[in-house]
T-cell receptor, first 115, second 116 residues
Framework: NAGVTQTPKFQVLKTGQSMTLQCAQD?????MSWYRQDPGMGLRLIHY???????DQGEVPNGYNVSRSTTEDFPLRLLSAAPSQTSVYFC??????????????FGSGTQLSVL | AQKVTQAQTEISVVEKEDVTLDCVYE???????LFWYKQPPSGELVFLIR??????QNEISGRYSWNFQKSTSSFNFTITASQVVDSAVYFC?????????????FGTGTQLKVEL
């Protein structure tokens, strides 16, 4: 069971370039989300999804775009990379509503540097 | 708005010492979930515990124990007889019971260093 798979693990971009961070889960989880981790700031929510076709903004959505066409995949798109988007990105998934379904499963992270 | 405060940025202890990591939270919800996650140097996030706000029973798991006090909005984490392998960043997090999918509000983390 692969769990939550993120690719790539490392990426270097130039300012203005665009790219997509991939996230896939094989646990049939309803909920998925993207966080970024910056030194001294913990993890902050970028976007989240409560099911295929449904997405919403989190705390820091600017400069990012998401879509959820399937239950398994939740890609994160950087439209025009900026140095402020240098960060470690984590994808997470969990089951839907219901007691006992609250645990988040995290991917291994993507370290992104924007020059 | 929800907020989680981990005032201890970094803690250093000698192996076998006991150490407590503090977590204070703010929420207007009457029911919510609290979590602790561990992030070792390898970078992944490891789930440690989930606590429902309506269950104030403290929990012990081996060398780990958690003290939840709703009256003071705290959910502290104690490691007994710390080991070098406990060196990591520990995050406390808060989640609403309804709405918002699996949105977690994280604290800024506490870096724990356990030395020989």
């Amino acid at each position: 069971n692969a769990g939550v798979t993120q690719t790539p693990k490392f990426q270097v971009l130039k300012t203005g370039q665009s790219m997509t961070l991939q996230c896939a889960q094989d646990m049939n989880h309803e909920y998925m989300s993207w966080y970024r981790q910056d030194p001294g700031m913990g993890l902050r929510l970028i976007h989240y999804s409560v099911g295929a076709g449904i997405t919403d903004q989190g705390e820091v959505p600017n400069g990012y775009n998401v879509s959820r066409s399937t239950t398994e995949d939740f890609p994160l798109r950087l439209l025009s990379a900026a140095p402020s988007q240098t960060s470690v990105y984590f994808c997470a998934s969990s089951y839907g509503r219901g007691i006992g379904n609250e645990k988040l499963f995290f991917g291994s992270g993507t370290q992104l540097s924007v020059l | 708005a929800q907020k989680v405060t981990q005032a201890q940025t970094e803690i250093s202890v000698v192996e076998k010492e006991d150490v407590t990591l503090d977590c204070v939270y703010e929420t207007r919800d009457t029911t919510y979930y609290l979590f602790w996650y561990k992030q070792p140097p390898s970078g992944e996030l490891v789930f440690l515990i989930r606590r429902n706000s309506f269950d104030e029973q403290n929990e012990i798991s081996g060398r780990y124990s958690w003290n939840f006090q709703k009256s003071t909005s705290s959910f502290n984490f104690t490691i007994t007889a710390s080991q070098v392998v406990d060196s990591a960043v520990y995050f406390c997090a808060l989640r609403r019971v309804t709405g918002g999918g699996n949105k977690l509000t994280f604290g800024t983390g506490t870096q724990l260093k356990v030395e020989l």
